[in-house]
Structure formats: structure tokens, C-alpha cells
């Protein structure tokens, strides 16, 4: 390698000279090698001379040719004129020349060369500050470039860049030959060009399609241009995917877009879209519309793929269509799912227009959206009528009694955000008049994150059931009726020979017939005690039938609790003192006067001693207290020595013909032989209830089990009233509504 | 001793009529009857009595129209008037005390209850055997009048 720094400054001198063999053959095979088609042209122009003249030296055997130019380059002393002009073609061309004596060390750099670098032109080059300006990943590279050339005599031509005198890095393309004299290296010579800008084009190029790949493979988009000028068709790596066709052709650039006929694409295409797809192309081309379609393809396997397109046309200043470029992409599983999710809404919707309710769905602020078939019969709007429209112009509900309008449940369910129901009793009137029973239910629809998105109303007929329904109580209610009627007739029936029985019976009794025998005596007592239990039960049906149709009437007026106590234990004196129970009174003095019916009161009171003297044993006590309580009420209690009530029974007692079962209870009733063993109805505690219910009161039971029971009820205090009123006037008559849909059976 | 007093007893059955007659007579009551509306107007002009006990539903004239007569004629308006009716009371007993009769007896009526009516209308009534008339067992009552 030579080293030795020349100083001397003969540019062309050297050249010329170097201009021979294996040298300007090697520069001529750099030139040809390179495949810029940029640049070519001129870098021929640059070096016309020695390319010149290696060629005719090379390739024709014309001495005189070859002897002209040689002569011509290897003038040791040109006019000057020669190498004012290589200079100013130089700069023309942006190519500077150099040349290396590596005898003499000796380097030569053109005028461009100098610019090339920033050097200012007292600068002496040398081969290694030549070598030094390259950066530092170029450097080993043209080291290994001149090492090569010295060798071997093989030239090298390269894109290396370089570190100008002002820092400044340009890119050159840097062309070298060898000069060889018996086998050695002699000389180098060699060109430089500043490629900067057609590097710096290339790479971006190089980027921008780099960035375009990536795009069209991460988007599987199929890149098409279509030469309309000369009808050619050209197709990227994802066309042929798109259509399911491998690429057969081995280029290294599998970017690269083939070139097709537009007729062979066609065929691809599924028959039933030919004619769409060729007039939308038309249509695009006519410039009526952009190129926007959807098509299928037919893939090689057998396969249809749904493809996408959209293109547009680019036109010559003239408005003549150049090209289409556009872009294709798979849409075969979105059409999927399309066609599954519309399957879905095509099973739902035939579901609920199947399904016997009407369905109503609105969106979040209560208008309508749907309707089904039912609900369309029933509101008498169509879906379409409908849509948009507030619910409530379409729902319109009202209550079956009052006609008054109801709250809308969609309503409803919106402003609170939870499912509700609709009241019973609800009636819905269609557009046309006609009426519905209805029952329904509405429900929020929430989107996935919870947002309110609508609520749907469901609601089905309930007119006929309904009807049923009114009709059945209807029914039930004139049963009852005619049943409460027919008792109150066979009891009063009843009544006109219990009369008789009792008045001529009493009437032997008393022997007013004839003197009777004591054992007569001793059996027309049995029977007057039959015929008063006959008679009790009568009255009890009478009573319980009156209450149930609302004639059992309660006149308030205050009273002396203490004279209905009196008068019910000398009612009942008889029967106790039969079965030896003492009966014993305990009323407080002082009491107030309770507002209460009488009558009613010395009922309740017979009610509950006869059923005391009943389950009492022989010699048992019977007590009735009178007080008043703290909440301002009178309180009555009526107890007893008897076996009590299971706690679980109390509230069972004053049911409607309920009568205390259990062994205890039968014994004492078997052993009760002054009532003669008998229940009676299970009329009289009821009655009781009733009764004292009506007069404001209360009544329970207490007491231990074995250990007798105590029946206590409550009546009102009467309150004096300022104003004086006739003692008539404070009598109150209460019209009461009938006691309980229980019936006599 | 006093004067027997005369009660007319108006009802359409006789067995209740037999009934009433014994039981009143047996506790010293002078009795006469009547069987419809009519001889009932007819034996109480009469025989004038002290009182009438009348029943609702009678043939020729019920008990309410008999009432009506009764006190629209002078002669006999101020006889009083007891109703003793099989009907139910609740239904009646306010009317019949509004066509001022003197109180409602709804059958069938005790002795005891009877008697008492009456005598709170008439006065005591003195009777030899009253002890024994009296109702020996009249367990039960659960109707009491209103006068």
C-alpha cells in the first residue's frame, strides 16, 4: 500500500497517464454494474474521456482510435485548456476525480474534489487524510476497498459517507481503479459524487414503503392500481392473498406488484356480482361516484370470500382517467356475523311475535321503539305508527273501576331504574276503544356498562280471566246471599212451633193443665231446656246471617256497664247454680259510662258466661270484672275455673263454627249434663267478636292450660260532650257492612 | 180483690192464641181473641180491653194497619198495645214503636219476659197463684224489651 504523501497538485496530468489496462477496464465495470438508472447519463458525460478510451482500447481494435485518445490523456503536459474543461464538466456533473501515484505518494484531487470535501484549496491531500474523511463505519470498508484494488487490480465502486473540513456528512458515491505495472499497483484514480439527496430519496422511499406494508399486512389490505391507459392491472402480495392465490414467481421483493389483465381478475369474481361490480367500476370511472362495492370472491379451493373495495380514479389535466388506485380487504367474517346477529334478531323477532303477550320496548327516555304483533292488536297501533312516539300516547291505562289514568309502569321504570308492576285492576284502551285487561310488568334494558339504554314492557290479556273472575265472585256472592236468605228463613220458620212447643210445655210445667207428678215435672224441664237451646241456636243464625247482610244493627249510646252484668249473671243464675258454680261480680265503682248498644253487650256477656257455665266443672267459680284501663278503655272479664284453651287455639276460638276440640273439652262436655251434652252451633264466640269489634272494643283470651280461662273485652268510654244534647240525639245508629265473606255452611 | 183486667189477644194462630189465653188467665187476666185485622178493630171496640197484643202478620188487615185504625179511633186509641210477632225485630221493632205501640215481643216469648211487658204497661196485677204461674225456668233470654 502506498503510503507516501506527494505534494505536488497535477490533476489531470495524473489521470491521464493512469488511464490504461487493467485500470480503466475495471472503471468501466463499475460503471455497467451499477444499476442506478438516475444519474447514469451524466456520470457517462463525466467520464467520456478515459471511458472513451478504455472502451475503443478494450473492445475495438482500432489503433488510431485508441493511439488518438491515448495520446489525447497522455499529454504529461496538456494545454491546460484539457484540464480547465475536466474541471468545469466536473462541477457541471457534481463528479470530482483524484489520483494516487503509489510510487511517489504523490495524490491528486480535481477542483471538485476539493468542494466535495469543504477543503479549501491550499489543502494537501495524501491517501490517508483521503481515507480519514470517511466516517467511521465507511472507513474500514474503503480500506478494504483500496486494499482489494492494490491486490487484485479490481477497481470498487461504492456509496460511502464522508465527514467534511465543516463537519457536514454527505454521501458519495466514490469510484476507484488501479493502475498495475508488471503486476503491481502502481496508481490509483478514481471519482467522487455526492449522492446525498438520491440516498436520502431512497431511504424514504424505501421507508414510506416499508410503512406501507406494514399497514396493508396488519390490516390484510390488498393494494391494487389499475393502468386504465393501458389497461394493466397490477395486484400487491395481499391482492393475491385476498384472492387465495401464491405467488409463484421466486422475486426477492415480494412487495412488488405483479401486472395482470383485468380480464383475468374477472374471472375470480362470483358470477351473480359480475355485472354489479363491473358497473360500479364503471360508475367510478365515469366519475359519477367513487369506487365503493363489496363483491365475492372465488377462492382456487372452492371458498367464497367476501371482499370490500374502495378506489379512486386519477385524472389528467384533461379530467382523462389515468389510473385507479384503490384498496381490497376481507369482509367475509364480518358479513358472519352480520348474517348470525341478524339471524338472532330474526328468531327474536319471530319469538315475540309469536309469544301471547304484547311486548313494548322503549328507549331511555320513554319513546317507542317496538312493538310486537300482540301488543299492536291491543294498543291498535302499528309498530311503525308508533315508533318514536312517547308511551304513554300509545299505552294508554286506566283503572277498571275509577277510569282514572294510571301511572305508566315504563314510566316508572325509568325514573327509578328497577322493574315494577303494574296495579291489579288495570285496563287498557286501545286506539280504536276496545278494552283490555291487562297485567303487566316493565323492565330496565341496561347496556353493558350498566347504562339505562331503554325498558321493555310485557303485558298480556286478563279480560276473560277477569271476567271469570268477576263472574265467579258474582256467583259466589248470590250463593251466599240465597244461602244467608234460606237460613233466615228456616230460622224464623223455626220459630212459630218453637213457640208453640215452649208455651203449651211451659203451660203443663206450670200446671195449668192439671197437676203434673214430680218425674213429669222432672221431664218437661228437659224439654224446655231443649227448646231454650233450640231457640239459642236459632237466634245465633239469625244473628250471624243479619251480619253478613250488613242488617245487624248496633245502636251506641252510653250505658252502665255494671247493669249489663247484673242483668246477664241473673240471666245465667239457672244454669250455674245447677252445676253448683258460684258466679261472682266485681264491678268498679264509679266507672264511666260506656258507649256501647246494650242490648249487644248483655248478648256479649250471655255469650260468655253460658260458655263459661258450659266448660266449667260442677262447683267451679265464675267470675266477671268490670275496669276501666289506662288507654281509656272500659274492660270486661269474664273467667273461669275451667280446663282453659291451648294458646295455640285462642285465636281460633272466635272463628266461625269453630268449637274447641280435645279430649278435655268432650270429656266436659259429656260430663256437662246440665247442658246436655251438646256444642251447639260454635256460633256464639264468634258472635261475641263480631259484636264487640263493631263497638270499638277488642276481646282476647288468657289464662294457663288446666288452670281455667279468662275472655276479656274492651268497649270505648263514653265522652260527655260539652253542648247538651236529648239523650236520643247521642244514640247512634251504625249501618255496618257485612262481617266476613265466611259463610254458614 | 180488684177487677180482673181484659187483654185482647190478636193472632192468626190459634194454637198461639189457646197458648196466650191459658198462660194470661192463669195469672188472673180476663182474655178475649181475635183472628184477622178486622175482628180485631171489632172485639176491641167491643170489649174495651185494658190491652191488645197484637200480632204482625195477620189475614184482612196486618198488625200495622190494626194499629193505624186503633188510635185513628177515638174510642179505642188509648187501648196500649203490645206486638208479640214471629217476625224478626230488627225489621220491625222500630216501626211498630213508632206506630206507638208499647213494645215489641218477639216469639217465641218467655213467660217471665211476657208477664213483665205486661204488667210494666197495666201495673202490678195481683194474683192468687202468681207464685206458680211465674216461668220456672227461663234460661237463655236474650231478647229484652225497649219501651
Redesign the interface.
Known amino acids: 500500500m502506498p503510503t507516501s504523501p506527494s505534494a505536488s497538485f497535477k490533476p489531470w496530468h495524473a489521470l491521464a497517464s493512469a488511464a490504461t489496462g487493467a485500470a480503466a477496464t475495471c472503471l468501466l465495470f463499475g460503471f455497467i454494474g451499477a444499476p442506478h438508472t438516475n444519474g447514469l447519463n451524466l456520470l457517462c458525460a463525466v467520464i467520456s474521456v478515459p471511458a472513451a478510451a478504455v472502451l475503443l482500447f478494450k473492445l475495438t481494435r482500432t489503433p488510431r482510435s485508441v493511439s488518438h485518445a491515448w495520446v489525447e490523456l497522455t499529454q504529461p503536459h496538456p494545454s491546460g485548456k484539457a484540464e480547465a474543461l475536466l474541471d468545469k464538466t466536473g462541477r457541471i456533473a457534481g463528479v470530482g476525480g483524484w489520483e494516487v501515484d503509489l510510487i511517489t505518494g504523490e495524490v491528486i484531487w480535481s477542483l471538485h474534489t476539493f468542494e466535495l470535501h469543504g477543503a479549501p484549496l491550499d489543502f494537501v491531500p495524501t491517501l490517508e487524510t483521503g481515507l480519514s474523511f470517511y466516517d467511521e463505519p465507511s472507513r474500514p470498508i474503503i480500506a478494504a476497498a483500496v486494499e482489494t484494488a492494490c491486490r487484485t487490480g479490481r477497481g470498487w465502486d461504492l456509496e460511502l459517507s464522508i465527514i467534511r473540513f465543516d463537519k457536514r456528512r454527505v454521501w458519495v458515491r466514490t469510484v476507484g481503479g488501479v493502475e498495475m505495472k508488471e503486476g503491481k499497483a502502481v496508481g490509483l484514480v478514481g471519482t467522487f459524487q455526492d449522492v446525498t439527496a438520491r440516498v436520502a430519496e431512497r431511504v424514504a422511499l424505501s421507508e414510506a414503503n416499508e410503512r406501507l406494508t406494514l399497514a396493508t399486512d396488519s390490516g390484510r389490505i390488498g393494494i391494487f392500481e389499475w393502468d386504465l391507459v393501458n389497461n394493466v392491472l397490477r395486484c400487491d402480495r395481499w391482492m393475491h392473498r385476498l384472492h387465495g392465490i401464491e405467488r409463484t414467481d421466486n422475486r426477492a421483493d415480494a412487495s412488488a406488484n405483479i401486472q395482470y389483465d383485468p380480464l383475468d381478475w374477472r374471472q375470480h369474481l362470483h358470477s351473480e356480482d359480475h355485472e354489479r361490480v363491473i358497473s360500479a367500476m364503471q360508475d367510478a370511472i365515469a366519475g359519477n361516484t367513487d369506487y365503493d362495492t363489496e363483491f365475492r370472491i372465488l377462492w382456487p379451493d372452492g371458498s367464497i370470500r367476501n371482499i370490500r373495495a374502495a378506489g379512486q380514479v386519477t385524472r389528467d389535466a384533461h379530467g382523462k382517467p389515468l389510473r385507479m388506485i384503490g384498496a381490497n380487504w376481507d369482509v367475509t367474517e364480518a358479513r358472519r356475523l352480520t348474517a348470525e346477529l341478524a339471524q338472532q334478531n330474526e328468531l327474536l323477532r319471530v319469538t315475540l311475535h309469536s309469544i301471547g303477550d304484547g311486548v313494548i320496548t322503549t328507549d331511555a327516555q320513554g319513546n317507542v321503539v317496538w312493538l310486537n304483533s300482540v301488543a299492536e292488536r291491543m294498543t291498535g297501533w302499528t309498530s311503525e305508527e308508533a315508533l318514536a312516539r312517547p308511551i304513554a300516547s300509545i299505552f294508554n291505562i286506566v283503572n277498571y273501576v275509577t277510569r282514572r289514568p294510571v301511572e305508566n309502569p315504563i314510566m316508572t321504570c325509568i325514573a327509578t331504574g328497577v322493574a315494577g308492576k303494574l296495579a291489579p285492576d288495570t285496563i287498557l284502551l286501545s286506539r280504536d276503544g276496545a278494552r283490555f285487561g291487562i297485567d303487566d310488568s316493565a323492565a330496565p334494558i341496561r347496556g353493558e356498562q350498566g347504562e339505562l339504554l331503554g325498558a321493555v314492557l310485557v303485558f298480556h290479556d286478563v279480560t276473560e280471566q277477569r271476567r271469570l273472575f268477576y263472574e265467579t265472585t258474582r256467583m259466589a256472592k248470590v250463593e251466599l246471599k240465597l244461602k244467608d236468605d234460606f237460613l233466615s228463613r228456616v230460622s224464623?220458620e223455626l220459630?212459630?212451633p218453637?213457640?208453640?212447643i215452649?208455651?203449651?210445655t211451659?203451660?203443663i210445667?206450670?200446671?195449668?193443665?192439671g197437676n203434673t207428678t214430680s218425674q213429669q215435672q222432672e221431664y218437661l224441664?228437659i224439654v224446655?231446656?231443649n227448646?231454650?237451646?233450640l231457640?239459642?241456636m236459632i237466634?245465633d243464625l239469625?244473628t250471624v246471617t243479619?251480619a253478613n247482610e250488613g242488617?245487624?244493627?248496633i245502636d251506641l249510646k252510653p250505658i252502665q256497664l255494671s247493669e249489663c252484668v247484673t242483668?246477664a249473671l241473673h240471666?245465667?243464675q239457672?244454669?250455674a247454680s245447677s252445676k253448683q258454680i258460684a258466679l261472682r261480680s266485681n264491678c268498679e265503682k264509679s266507672l264511666p259510662l260506656a258507649l256501647a248498644d246494650?242490648?249487644r253487650i248483655?248478648?256479649i256477656l250471655?255469650i260468655l258466661l253460658?260458655n263459661a257455665v258450659k266448660f266449667t266443672p260442677e262447683g267451679g267459680l265464675i267470675g266477671v270484672k268490670a275496669s276501666q284501663t289506662d288507654g281509656g278503655f272500659l274492660l270486661v272479664q269474664v273467667s273461669d275455673t275451667g280446663r282453659g284453651i291451648p294458646p295455640e287455639k285462642r285465636a281460633r276460638v272466635f272463628e266461625h263454627l269453630y268449637q274447641v276440640p280435645g279430649p278435655e273439652h268432650s270429656e266436659n262436655a259429656q260430663s256437662d249434663t246440665s247442658r246436655a251434652g251438646r256444642n251447639g252451633l260454635g256460633l256464639g264466640l264468634h258472635i261475641a267478636h263480631d259484636l264487640v269489634v263493631r263497638q270499638g272494643g277488642q276481646i282476647w283470651i288468657t289464662g294457663e292450660l288446666g288452670n281455667g280461662s279468662t275472655f276479656s273485652f274492651t268497649l270505648p268510654i263514653h265522652r260527655e260532650t260539652p253542648s247538651f244534647e236529648p239523650q236520643a240525639d247521642l244514640a247512634q245508629t251504625t249501618e255496618l257492612p257485612a262481617l266476613t265473606t265466611a259463610q254458614v255452611s | 180483690m180488684l177487677p180482673q183486667k181484659k187483654i185482647l189477644v190478636v193472632d192468626d194462630d190459634p194454637e198461639m192464641r189457646l197458648a196466650l189465653s191459658v198462660r194470661l188467665r192463669a195469672n188472673n187476666y180476663d182474655v178475649c181473641v181475635a183472628v184477622d185485622g178486622v175482628s180485631a178493630i171489632a172485639e176491641a171496640r167491643k170489649h174495651m180491653p185494658n190491652l191488645i197484643l197484637l200480632d204482625l202478620g195477620l189475614p184482612a188487615g196486618d198488625g200495622f194497619t190494626v194499629l193505624e185504625r186503633l188510635h185513628s179511633m177515638e174510642a179505642v186509641a188509648h187501648i196500649p198495645v203490645i206486638v208479640v210477632s214471629g217476625r224478626n225485630r230488627l225489621a220491625n221493632q222500630e216501626r211498630v214503636l213508632l206506630a206507638q205501640a208499647k213494645a215489641f215481643l218477639q216469639k217465641p216469648v218467655k213467660n217471665s219476659q211476657l208477664l213483665a211487658a205486661i204488667e210494666k204497661v197495666l201495673g202490678p196485677n195481683t194474683v192468687p197463684n202468681s207464685e206458680r204461674a211465674a216461668t220456672i225456668y227461663d234460661l237463655g233470654q236474650r231478647e229484652t224489651t225497649t219501651v
Open positions: 224464623h220459630r212459630s218453637l213457640t208453640s215452649y208455651s203449651f211451659s203451660i210445667a206450670d200446671d195449668l193443665a224441664q224446655l231446656k227448646v231454650d237451646q231457640q239459642s237466634e239469625l243479619q242488617k245487624l244493627s242483668d240471666t245465667i239457672g244454669p246494650p242490648t248483655l248478648q250471655i253460658d
